[in-house]
C-alpha cells in the first residue's frame, strides 16, 4: 500500500502507537482539503522519548493533538497502553488524557490568566474532585518537584512570571495528575536559550521521577538531539525519516534529514547524501506534489520520485526512510 509504512512498528510493548495517521483539515478554496497529516505511523514505547521534528507546518503538533483526539481524525489507529483510542468517546477521551498530558510552546497561553500558580498546578485535580487540602499538598509537592518556591509563585498570576518560569508551572500542572504521556510541542521554542536548556534538563528529570514516556516535538533537530531515543522526521504531512536517534544523527538516511542537520554540503558518500543546504519554501499541503513530496526541493530527485510514492522502509537496522535513493 502506497504510503503505509507501518512495518517498523514494533507492537504491543509500545505505550503509544500511532498507524496510518490522517488528519485533513477543510478550508481550502473549491472544497480542497488541507493535508495536515498523512499517513503518519510511529510507535513509543514505556520510557522512551520520541522527538518529533520538522519545519512550520509540516503536521507536528497535528499528529501530538490527534494523539489526544483534541482534533477529528480522518482516519488511522491510535492505541494507547494497548488500547484502541481512536474511537473513544469524549467522556472516556477525559479520562485518558489524565494520562496523556501536553504542554506547550507559549506556557502563558495555556494558563487561566486569573487563577494563582497554586491553584492552577492542581486544576486538574480539581476537576476530578480531590479535596481542598490533598490539593494544597500536591500543590506544594509538584511546584518545589519544578524547581519554583512555594512562597515566592504560590500567589502569583500567570502575567507576574517569566516565559521559562511559566513554562515550569505548565510542567508542573500536566505531572500533577500522574500522567504516563507527556507530550511536548516546542517547550522551549520561546524561551531565552539559556533558559532552553534549564527547561529540557527538567524536563528529563521529571521524565526519570515520575516514569514518563515522551513526545518532544521541536523544528529544531539540535534541540531533540539530547532527549531523543528514537526521531521522526516530518516533511508535508508525511515521515521521511524514523529510527534511532543516533544513526539518524550519525548517519541520515534522507535528502530532508541531511538538509536539516547542516547547511554544508556534503563530501563523504559513506555519511549519506551530498546535497545543498535547504533552499526554498514548502509547497500548500493544499495541493502537494506528487509521488515524493520532498521531490521539489530535493537535489537529488529523478523521474521516479514524480511518479511514484516512496514507502518508509527499512535502510539500514533500526532506521527508516521514504526515499527512492536511501
Ligand atoms: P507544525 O506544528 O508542524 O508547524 P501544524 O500541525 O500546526 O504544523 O499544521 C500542519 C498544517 O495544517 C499546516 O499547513 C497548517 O496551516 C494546517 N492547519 C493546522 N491547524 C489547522 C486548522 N485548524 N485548520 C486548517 N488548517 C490547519
Ligand atoms: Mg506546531
Known amino acids: 500500500m502506497a504510503g503505509s509504512g507501518t512495518a517498523h512498528l514494533r507492537g504491543e510493548k509500545a505505550l503509544l502507537s500511532v498507524e496510518d495517521l490522517v488528519v485533513e483539515y477543510p478550508g481550502g478554496p473549491s472544497g480542497a482539503v488541507v493535508q495536515a497529516v498523512s499517513k503518519v505511523s510511529f510507535d513509543v514505547l514505556p520510557g522512551e522519548t520520541l522527538g518529533i521534528v520538522g519545519e512550520s507546518g509540516c503536521g507536528k503538533s497535528t499528529t501530538g493533538r490527534a494523539v489526544l483526539r483534541l482534533d477529528r481524525l480522518t482516519s488511522g489507529r491510535i492505541g494507547f497502553?494497548?488500547?484502541?483510542?481512536?474511537?473513544?468517546?469524549?467522556?472516556?477521551?477525559?479520562?485518558?488524557?489524565?494520562?496523556?498530558?501536553?504542554?506547550?510552546?507559549?506556557?502563558?497561553?495555556?494558563?487561566?490568566?486569573?487563577?494563582?500558580?497554586?491553584?492552577?498546578?492542581?486544576?486538574?485535580?480539581?476537576?476530578?474532585?480531590?479535596?481542598?487540602?490533598?490539593?494544597?499538598?500536591?500543590?506544594?509537592?509538584?511546584?518545589?518537584?519544578?524547581?519554583?518556591?512555594?512562597?515566592?509563585?504560590?500567589?502569583?498570576?500567570?502575567?507576574?512570571?517569566?516565559?521559562?518560569?511559566?513554562?515550569?508551572?505548565?510542567?508542573?500542572?500536566?505531572?500533577?495528575?500522574g500522567p504516563r504521556l507527556l507530550i511536548c510541542d516546542e517547550p522551549v521554542s520561546a524561551l531565552d536559550v539559556s533558559v532552553q536548556a534549564q527547561i529540557l534538563n527538567l524536563i528529563e528529570d521529571m521524565k526519570a521521577t515520575y516514569d514518563l514516556?515522551?513526545?518532544?516535538?521541536?523544528?529544531?533537530?539540535?534541540?531533540?538531539?539530547?532527549?531523543?531515543?528514537?526521531?521522526?522526521?516530518?516533511?508535508?504531512?508525511?515521515?521521511?525519516?524514523?529510527?534511532?536517534?543516533?544513526?539518524?544523527?550519525?548517519?541520515?538516511?534522507?535528502?530532508?534529514?541531511?538538509?536539516?542537520?547542516?547547511?554544508?554540503?556534503?563530501?563523504?558518500?559513506?555519511?549519506?547524501?551530498?546535497?545543498?543546504?535547504?533552499?526554498?519554501?514548502?509547497?500548500s499541503p493544499l495541493a502537494p506534489p506528487s509521488g515524493c513530496r520532498f521531490r521539489t526541493r530535493c537535489p537529488l530527485a529523478k523521474d521516479r520520485c514524480a511518479e511514484e510514492e516512496p514507502e518508509v522502509r527499512e535502510v539500514r537496522p533500526g532506521q527508516f526512510a521514504a526515499c527512492h535513493l536511501a
Request: aromatic content about 4%; overall charge negative; hydrophobic content about 45%.
Open 213 to 283: 514516556t515522551v513526545v518532544f516535538i521541536a523544528h529544531d533537530l539540535g534541540v531533540v538531539r539530547s532527549v531523543s531515543d528514537n526521531v521522526l522526521v516530518m516533511y508535508l504531512g508525511k515521515v521521511c525519516e524514523y529510527g534511532d536517534a543516533v544513526r539518524v544523527y550519525d548517519r541520515p538516511a534522507h535528502p530532508y534529514t541531511r538538509a536539516l542537520l547542516d547547511s554544508v554540503p556534503l563530501t563523504d558518500p559513506d555519511k549519506g547524501f551530498a546535497g545543498p543546504a535547504l533552499e526554498g519554501d514548502v509547497p
Open 81 to 177: 497502553a494497548g488500547e484502541p483510542i481512536e474511537e473513544a468517546d469524549e467522556r472516556h477521551m477525559r479520562a485518558l488524557r489524565r494520562q496523556m498530558q501536553m504542554i506547550f510552546q507559549d506556557p502563558v497561553a495555556s494558563l487561566n490568566p486569573r487563577r494563582t500558580v497554586k491553584d492552577l498546578v492542581v486544576e486538574g485535580l480539581a476537576v476530578a474532585k480531590v479535596p481542598a487540602d490533598e490539593r494544597a499538598a500536591a500543590s506544594a509537592t509538584v511546584l518545589a518537584q519544578v524547581g519554583l518556591d512555594g512562597e515566592r509563585f504560590a500567589d502569583m498570576l500567570p502575567r507576574q512570571l517569566s516565559g521559562g518560569q511559566a513554562q515550569r508551572v505548565a510542567i508542573a500542572r500536566a505531572l500533577a495528575v
